[in-house]
């Protein structure tokens, strides 16, 4: 098959080559790949350079969001069948979905409705799980409570402003003003430009999710209520509310919140923002133009 395969941290970066099949374990669906998406920072993460027991297991194929046809059903993988439409998440460890076929665990899969095109499905995963936990897991957020949301030119941030507005919550969305149309289209009271307003000027919050850390999170502790939440993905936030708490996590796979995720997409509550398209020959552009596009970009072999 083809893939775009990254072999060493100072090479060259990614390379559009033969690769072969995916290796399938117990519990696994090989999914022939219609469309995929990434996070800019990925090639960084520990996971793209060595397996779990530590040994390097590059050339590595990166993207971990996938959407596409299930292609064969393993031994021991249930509720999937040769042909099925789904999306969801590769692990972190083992090979993404930059490539024409990805080996998957069945759990970390839902079926994609067929109202929902593969490019959008894509762009769906990752952003949605983590503005899915983010906001009601980790978060707490419930109808009537006022959400700060920075980021929100981001694939995550615009699905959790999307989310917590369907929720029924107050939202203020944050991030540059290139964002602020989009932002406020998708649910957004009120958008904070964090170069020219005042952060400080937004109060008496339940819960801020951050997504873009450093200085922003810093500051963000005091913009709550007491007994406020703040909750970012980006780092251990270093100031605590007063009479209030902190988490900081990572994403984890969930069939269950991809099955509400895709219900909801499919009822048009909400909608993921595909910020640009690559074939998959040109993934090394794709991952260098990520950074500022709004939205997700796609992959497409």
């Given amino acids: 098959m083809k893939a775009a395969r990254i072999h060493q941290r100072d090479g060259e970066g990614l390379v559009y080559e033969d690769a072969p099949a995916p290796v399938h374990v117990t519990g696994d669906v090989v999914v022939e790949v219609r469309a995929a998406s990434f996070v800019p920072d990925e090639l960084n993460w520990p996971g793209t350079w060595v397996d779990r027991a530590g040994k390097d297991r590059t050339p590595s194929i990166p993207a971990h969001e996938v959407a596409g046809v299930v292609s064969e059903v393993h031994y021991g993988t249930t509720g999937f069948a040769v042909g ?9 460890h083992r090979d993404g979905a930059a490539a024409e076929f990805v080996a998957v665990e069945a759990r970390n899969l839902a079926l994609l409705p067929a109202a929902l095109d593969f490019t959008s499905a894509a762009a769906l995963p990752l952003a949605g799980l983590t503005a899915w936990q983010g906001l009601f897991v980790h978060g707490g957020l419930q109808a009537g409570q006022r959400v700060v949301i920075h980021g929100a030119g981001g694939g995550t941030g615009l ?5 917590a507005h369907d929720a029924g919550a107050h939202v203020i969305a944050t991030g540059r003003a290139k964002a602020a149309t989009i ?5 957004a009271c009120r958008f904070v430009d964090l ?5 400080e000027d937004i109060e008496d919050v339940d819960l801020v999710f951050d997504t873009i850390g450093g200085d922003i999170l810093a500051r963000s502790a005091g913009l709550l209520r007491p007994g406020g939440a703040l909750v970012s993905i980006t780092a251990p936030p270093p100031v605590a509310p007063a009479d209030g708490r902190t988490a900081f996590f990572i994403v984890e796979p969930n069939h269950e919140q991809l099955v509400e995720l895709a219900q909801r997409a499919e009822a048009g509550r909400i909608r993921p923002h595909v910020g640009a398209v690559f074939p ?10 990520k950074r500022g596009t709004l939205g997700k970009v796609v992959l497409q072999p």
Avoid at 183 to 187: D, P, T, Y
């Fill in 84 to 92: 099925d439409r789904v999306f969801g998440l590769t692990d972190w």
């Fill in 195 to 199: 170069e020219h307003d005042r952060l």
């Fill in 280 to 289: 998959l020959a040109d993934a090394a552009r794709a991952f260098a133009t």
């Fill in 159 to 163: 699905l959790a402003v999307q989310l």
């Fill in 183 to 187: 932002a406020n289209e998708s649910g």
